[in-house]
């Protein structure tokens, strides 16, 4: 396994636009995390997985983001209508629930809105 | 809600001495386990090391180790013989495994250099 795999690990984009990343976890994890990280803050919770069940959202996501995570496997986070606030790292993590044994992270999206 | 603070914003290290990060949080659970995470500058976060709140030893992993004081709420992470690769940003975070192991909650991270 090479780990949790994040694409795109740039995008630039104009205020407006609709953007869409993917995260695909390692394969024996059943969780999988989303979290956003602005500079030189520590990450911030999105949202979580188990299998394809989205168990928990953060009160602080906004209704413009949406994430999914068909079949158990691979996740995407959409923005839709991005907005300059939105310029962060997003980063996505794996784990083996219910094991406490911490998460695997990749290597994270980093997103400009110009 | 628990809460995770470093109070620690910036620190330094002369290469091969000692530093400690602090780290302090705020629950009313009682299984839980705490962890340091490291970030290199533009690389992945990794797990450095982990605690079991219900373990009153103190974890280690080679040059890293933990003083975990659970009535206090206190956490810090002890680099031992201060490497130039340990720069990077250390991360608290909190799991409340009595939950269901919800999702990590992060520190805002000390930024730790390590001079030569």
């Known amino acids: 396994d090479t780990g949790v795999s994040q694409d795109p690990r740039h995008k630039i984009t104009k205020r407006g636009q609709n953007v869409t990343f993917r995260c695909d976890p390692i394969?024996?994890?059943?969780?999988l995390y989303w979290y956003r990280q602005t500079l030189g803050q520590g990450p911030e919770f999105l949202t979580y997985?188990?299998?394809?069940?989205?168990?928990?959202k953060s009160r602080l996501l906004s209704d413009r983001f949406s994430a999914e995570r068909p079949k158990g496997s691979f996740s995407t986070l959409e923005i839709q209508r991005t907005e300059q606030g939105d310029s962060a790292m997003y980063l996505c993590a794996s784990s083996l629930y219910p094991s406490g044994d911490g998460y695997t992270f990749g290597s994270g999206t980093r997103l400009t809105v110009v | 809600a628990q809460t995770v603070t470093q109070s620690q914003p910036e620190m330094s290290v002369q290469e091969a001495e000692t530093v400690t990060l602090s780290c302090t949080y705020d629950t009313s659970e009682n299984n839980y386990y705490l962890f340091w995470y490291k970030q290199p500058p533009s690389r992945q976060m990794i797990l450095v090391i982990r605690?079991?709140?219900?373990?009153?030893q103190n974890a280690t992993e080679n040059r890293f180790s933990v003083n975990f004081q659970k009535a206090a709420k206190s956490f810090s992470l002890k680099i031992s013989d201060s490497q130039l690769g340990d720069t990077a940003m250390y991360f608290c975070?909190?799991?409340?495994?009595?939950?269901?192991?919800?999702?990590?909650?992060f520190g805002k991270g000390t930024r730790l250099s390590v001079i030569a």
């Open positions: 997985f188990q299998n394809e069940a989205q168990l928990e």
């Open positions: 394969s024996e994890h059943n969780r």
């Open positions: 975070a909190f799991m409340d495994v009595g939950s269901g192991n919800t999702p990590l909650v």
């Open positions: 605690q079991e709140a219900y373990k009153q």
